[in-house]
């Protein structure tokens, strides 16, 4: 499923026809797209690698959608997350910022994307994951917990999907570990956009019962960041 060619610039220049979701630099006015995104929740992160106080902008198409703008902060490790459910159509990225110095690391991630190998989540053994690596291991039918470390003081960001979708359909959360602030759940402070906690320590519990169900994780901490070790255990 493609997208018309109906811009000058959106969905234009493209570098990947091909793009599996891994981390990739788009420098300003370039486009990647992935072929075909699965029907179900995918989790989009962007960060602005520009060293200049230039925001940065980007263009996401899916079918023949209108453009989604997503603007993307400068001087900020922290990437901009979006969660959508593409339907099984494609994705195309390009970088609408306006200063040609502002270079933008994406990456999409999700269960089923073609190109994509997790590793195996296994309950009760800690799994570190370098940028772009992801993984997944089935939950037993219990209450379980997935925690969520980084051993320094890096900023560590990871996304994991599964479990019933919400009211949008979608089933992905983001949390980040060594963020500037705590926020989400039992914190009353609404988490930033995309984001489903963030918290000023290293280490992050999240408890689900989803019966035996299919668990994804994936690392999209920004470029500069230590490994994150996720444990997925019973409780």
Known sequence: MTTEKLYSLIDQNTVTAGWNGSPQVLLTSQNTVMPQTPNGTTIFAATNQSTMNNQGQLSLTSGGSAPMILDI?????QPTITINNWKANNLSVTNISLNNN???LVQAVGPGIPGITPQQLVIGTPLLLALGQSAQGNASPQYMQLVIQVTGP???IIGFIGGPPDGSG???YVVAVNATANTGPGTGVPAPAGYYA?????T???QFNWGSSLVFVS???PSTA???SVLLRAL
């Open 73 to 77: 902060p400068a001087l900020t490790s």
């Open 102 to 104: 502002t270079p933008i």
């Open 154 to 156: 890096t900023l560590g």
């Open 170 to 172: 979608n089933n992905g």
């Open 198 to 202: 963030t918290t000023t320590s290293n």
């Open 204 to 206: 992050y519990a999240y």
């Open 219 to 221: 690392n999209l901490s």
């Open 226 to 228: 230590q490994t994150v």
